[in-house]
């Protein structure tokens, strides 16, 4: 049995509860693993090495915030989950600038949906390869259903003109989340379609691979994509109902120059909140009972519970 295996398991379960999960990925999306030393990864991965039994060594956190639970590979650093709130803030104070043209809402929807093609794809279930062209496709899948929805949403409320311009003001900025949400559905699904027809792998309590399941493989990616629609839901929802009321303290009416960056603080804070709350509803090492699996696994161990990576 491979060591990789066995610390998958008893990841799973590590994070039974959905308390201990949340510290877990607080720990994972903790953007200080950006700047670990080659030096220090080398150690840890050695360590990692070394763990065949008992409980997970020192360190392992700050390594699964690099390396890929299944590949063993280092994620590229702006797709790393610790990545996806420092490099993601800046698209999302974007998103949510007002009065956005049709060449800027286009621009800022393609370029967070590109960032969430690649977090999708390098925190992939990767138990099996990935064609470039399922890569492409997600990826042309996505940036085309949220740019067509937000310009075409945009486009409504701009000939909505029974609505005050003040009402207008807020729906515009509330138009992202429909459009991001959506198309975060649209971008894991195409992402990782290949996972339904091929399967993923499935472990029993040892960590053993039992064999590939396509129903674990849907349970894995409809878990995923709702945690990519309540994951925008706080940050594109807080901060406009937020602005709203703070572009009219008298301290912004003098000062303009203080809204972008107070803005930006308002969307960092609700981003940093709402990433380790959306990740946590769901462990990453699930389970699925046997008995609802396909008959040639459920013949293959006695188990009654088995576990599989489900990607973040």
Known sequence: MASSSRINYLLCLFQSSFFGRLKHFV?????????????????????????????????????????????????????????????????????????????????????????????????????????????????????????????????LIQKANRLSPATRMI??????????????????????????????????????????SKIAAKHAIMETAFTRVVLPMPIFVLPPIIMSYLEKLPLLQTNRRLLLPIHSLVCLATFSLSLPLAISLFPQMSQIEVSQLEPEIAMATDCKVVTYNKGL
């Open 27 to 155: 720990e994972i999306i903790d953007p200080s693993t950006l700047f670990v030393s080659e030096r220090r990864l080398t150690e840890c991965i050695k360590l990692l090495d070394e763990f065949k039994h008992g409980t997970l060594p020192p360190g392992v956190s700050d390594l699964q915030a690099i390396i890929h639970p299944d590949t063993g590979e280092k994620i590229f650093m702006p797709f790393r989950m610790s990545g996806y709130v420092p490099f993601g803030t800046p698209i999302v104070v974007g998103l949510l600038l007002p009065n956005q043209t049709v060449v800027s809402t286009i621009f800022w929807q393609w370029l967070n949906q590109s960032h969430n093609a690649c977090v999708n794809y390098s925190n992939r279930n990767a138990t099996k390869p990935t064609p470039t062209s399922t890569f492409l496709q997600g990826y042309f899948g996505a940036v085309t259903s949220a740019v067509s929805l937000a310009v075409g949403l945009n486009v």
């Open 171 to 212: 729906i515009q900025r509330l138009i992202p989340f429909p459009a991001v949400a959506s198309a975060n559905i649209c971008n894991v699904g195409l992402m990782r379609h290949n996972e339904l027809s091929e399967g993923i792998d499935v472990l029993d309590e040892n960590g053993n691979i039992l064999g590939s």
